[in-house]
C-alpha cells in the first residue's frame, strides 16, 4: 500500500503538501478486486432483462416449436395427396379444408400449408390445383431450436435480440448478476456524475445517485442494501479522508491520465473510486477503473477489442497509464487526443486505448487494439 503523502514548507514557511506517491494502473484494480466476488446470481424476468449479464445460459427447456406451426395463412393438407396436382389434373379434397393462420399448430395428418389461391370452388366442389413439399409453409418442430439449445452464453450481455428470441422460444426468466453501484456526489451534479450513472447503465448494473456530504457520508457509504461498487465524484480530498477514517485506502493517486487525482480504497469488501470532477477524468476513470471493476462484479466477459493499424502516431509520457481517444476509418484508427482530452475529441471518438505506462507511445502504422466507446 502506497505511503501517506507528507508535507513540507516553501521558502516562506507554509506548508506544502507533497504530491502522493503514484500507484500502478494494474496494482490499483488489482487491489480493489483482491477478495471481491462477483454478485450474486438471481432469477428476473427476462422481458425486464436488457443489458444485464447472464449468471446462467439463456437456454431453451424443449423443442421450438414443439409442434409444427405454419409460417403463412392457407390451408393445411397432407402432402401426399396433392401429388401431381395441377390446373390440368386438380385433386378434389374432402371438404371442409382446415384453414391456419401464422403460428397455428397444424391439425394432425397435414404437413403443409397450401396459399390461398391454390384453392379454388366453393363448398361440394373444391379443387386443388397445385401441389406441396413437404413442410412447405411450416416450421417444423424442433426447426427454431432443439432442446436445451443455449442462445446466450454465461457472461455475455443480453440484447434487445437476446430478449425478443428468447420470448419467442417461451422463456420468460433468467439467472443474471445485478451488481449495485452507487455514485456519491459531493456538491451539485455534474457533466462528471451524470456520465457515470449513465455509464453505470450501460454497463448493465443497478445505479444508485447519492448526494455525499460531511454530514450524510457515513449515512451514504453505509447504506442498505449495501453496495457492490461505490463511486465518489468532486471533492477527492473528503473522499480520500473518509476513506482513511472509516475503510482503507489502496491508492493515493492512479497513475492515470486523464484521471489524475483518482483515488482508490476498499469499505470492508467493498471497492471504492473516488473521482476528479472534470468530465475527462471521469471518462478516463471510468473506462480503465470502474470497467474492469463492473466486469468483475457481473462476470461478464471482458469485450473483445478491434485491432487495425494507427493512421498517426500517439504521443505519450512515461510512468502514466494514458487514455487515447480514436476514430475508426477504413485505414485504420485516427487518433484524436491521449492524456489531454479535449471535447471535441471526446465527442468525435468511437474507440479507445490504453497507452501502457512503460510507453511513449505508438508508432503511425503500428496495429493497436481498441475498445468501443
Not at 22 to 30: F, N, S
Not at 113 to 132: C, F, K, N, Q, Y
Not at 277 to 293: D, S
Not at 340 to 352: E, G, K, M, Q, V
Request: hydrophobic share 45%; proline share 10%; with cysteine.
Amino acid at each position: 500500500m502506497p505511503g501517506r503523502a507528507s508535507a513540507g514548507r516553501n521558502k516562506r514557511g507554509f506548508a506544502v503538501p507533497h504530491a502522493p506517491p503514484l500507484t500502478g494502473l494494474a496494482e490499483t484494480i488489482a487491489a480493489l478486486l483482491a477478495g471481491v466476488a462477483p454478485a450474486a446470481p438471481g432469477r428476473i424476468p427476462l422481458r425486464g432483462a436488457e443489458g444485464r449479464v447472464l449468471a446462467a445460459p439463456l437456454a431453451t427447456a424443449g423443442a421450438v416449436p414443439p409442434r409444427p406451426v405454419a409460417v403463412r395463412e392457407g390451408w393445411a393438407v397432407a402432402s401426399e395427396a396433392l401429388v401431381g396436382a395441377s390446373p390440368y389434373a386438380p385433386v378434389f379434397p374432402a371438404w371442409p379444408l382446415p384453414g391456419v393462420t401464422i403460428g397455428d399448430v397444424l391439425p394432425a395428418g397435414t404437413d403443409c400449408v397450401l396459399s390461398p389461391d391454390s384453392v379454388s370452388g366453393r363448398e361440394g366442389a373444391v379443387e386443388i390445383t397445385g401441389s406441396a413439399a413437404p413442410g412447405e409453409g411450416v416450421r417444423r418442430a424442433g426447426e427454431d431450436a432443439p432442446a436445451l439449445a443455449v442462445l446466450r452464453e454465461a457472461g455475455e450481455r443480453l440484447r434487445a435480440v437476446d430478449v425478443a428470441v428468447g420470448a419467442a422460444a417461451g422463456i420468460e426468466m433468467c439467472v443474471v448478476r445485478d451488481p449495485r453501484m452507487r455514485v456519491l456526489v459531493t456538491g451539485k451534479p455534474s457533466p462528471g456524475s451524470d456520465f457515470l450513472q449513465r455509464f453505470g447503465v450501460m454497463a448493465g448494473v443497478r445505479v444508485e445517485h447519492q448526494t455525499f456530504g460531511e454530514r450524510t457520508r457515513l449515512t451514504t457509504i453505509f447504506s442498505t442494501p449495501p453496495a457492490d461498487l461505490l463511486v465518489m465524484i468532486g471533492d477527492t480530498a473528503l473522499a480520500r479522508a473518509v476513506l482513511a477514517h472509516n475503510g482503507a485506502v489502496v491508492a493515493e493517486a492512479v497513475a492515470l491520465r486523464p484521471g489524475e487525482g483518482a483515488v482508490c480504497g476498499r469499505f470492508g469488501p467493498t471497492p471504492a473510486i473516488a473521482v476528479p470532477p472534470r468530465l475527462e477524468a471521469a471518462i478516463g476513470v471510468a473506462l480503465a477503473l470502474i470497467r474492469p471493476c463492473l466486469e468483475h462484479l457481473s462476470g461478464a466477459r471482458p469485450e473483445p477489442p478491434s485491432r487495425a493499424p494507427l493512421m498517426r502516431k500517439i504521443v505519450s509520457g512515461l510512468g502514466m497509464t494514458e487514455i487515447a481517444l480514436v476514430r475508426r476509418t477504413p485505414e485504420g484508427f485516427l487518433p484524436l487526443g491521449c492524456g489531454d482530452l479535449t471535447l471535441s475529441a471526446i465527442a468525435a471518438a468511437d474507440h479507445w486505448l490504453a497507452v501502457p505506462a512503460e510507453r511513449e507511445g505508438f508508432a503511425a502504422g503500428e496495429l493497436v487494439d481498441a475498445f468501443r466507446v
